[in-house]
Every structure is written in structure tokens, then in C-alpha cells.
């Protein structure tokens, strides 16, 4: 079993930054791609960004490269998102996932190839 606790999230303006950690704890001597998704009210989760084990491999959804990145620690078990030039459409809650890797590269854009997942972050950005 792992664990994962979001935070970071908090009530921010148009065009200012965040960075969300995600603590993972438990069973962390496995593998684990991570990854971030979010869900607006009234809409579906949304992938956002996922890195692989090794952290040397990430991906970021279309709409928010150049504004968001993704990172992990070297000790692995902790994984951040920095959020730049926040706008209104932002606002969702943030949701870290892990999922089981055996290969350090290898990353996971769909959220059915997550096992784990946290409570979630608020994030709301005012115009």
C-alpha cells in the first residue's frame, strides 16, 4: 500500500503561482510512476502531468505546457507541480496518483493506470 497527501493548494489571483507537493509514503520501496490530474466542478478528472520513476521523463497535457511542471525528489517520494501564470480555468481540485512501474522510464497518462491516489488539493484562481 502507499499513501499519498497532497498539498499546496490555496486561493490565488490570475497569474500567479503555485507549487502542489505530494508526499508518498508506506510501501515507496516499489517502483511508481506518478502523476497529476485534476477535476473542475461538474466536469471529469483531467490528466495533467506524469513523470517517470527515474524522473528523468515527463509529460505535460497539451493546455498546460509552458505553465506547469512536474518533478520529483531524488529520494523519490515526493512529487511536485509548479503552477505558473494561473488562470480562472485553473481552479479544480489536484489529485496526485501513483501507479506500479517496472521500468524506470515508463510514465502513465490515463488515470486507469494508477493504483494509488490522494484526497486532493484545492486550487481556485480568482480573475
Known amino acids: 500500500q502507499v499513501q499519498l497527501v497532497e498539498s499546496g493548494g490555496g486561493l490565488v489571483r490570475t497569474g500567479d503561482s503555485l507549487r502542489l507537493s505530494c508526499l508518498a509514503s508506506?510501501?515507496?520501496?516499489?517502483?511508481?510512476?506518478m502523476g497529476w490530474f485534476r477535476q473542475a466542478p461538474g466536469k471529469e478528472r483531467e490528466f495533467v502531468a506524469a513523470?517517470?520513476?527515474?524522473?528523468?521523463?515527463?509529460f505535460h497535457a497539451d493546455s498546460m505546457k509552458g505553465r506547469f511542471t512536474i518533478s520529483r525528489s531524488g529520494a523519490k517520494d515526493t512529487v511536485y507541480l509548479q503552477m505558473d501564470t494561473l488562470k480562472p480555468e485553473d481552479t479544480a481540485v489536484y489529485y496526485c496518483?501513483?501507479?506500479?512501474?517496472?521500468?524506470?522510464?515508463?510514465?502513465?497518462?490515463?488515470?486507469?493506470?494508477?493504483?494509488?491516489w490522494g484526497q486532493g488539493t484545492q486550487v481556485t484562481v480568482s480573475s
Open positions: 513523470i517517470s520513476w527515474s524522473g528523468r521523463n515527463t
Open positions: 496518483a501513483a501507479g506500479r512501474t517496472y521500468y524506470t522510464g515508463d510514465l502513465y497518462h490515463s488515470a486507469h493506470d494508477y493504483e494509488y
Open positions: 508506506g510501501r515507496t520501496s516499489n517502483m511508481y510512476g
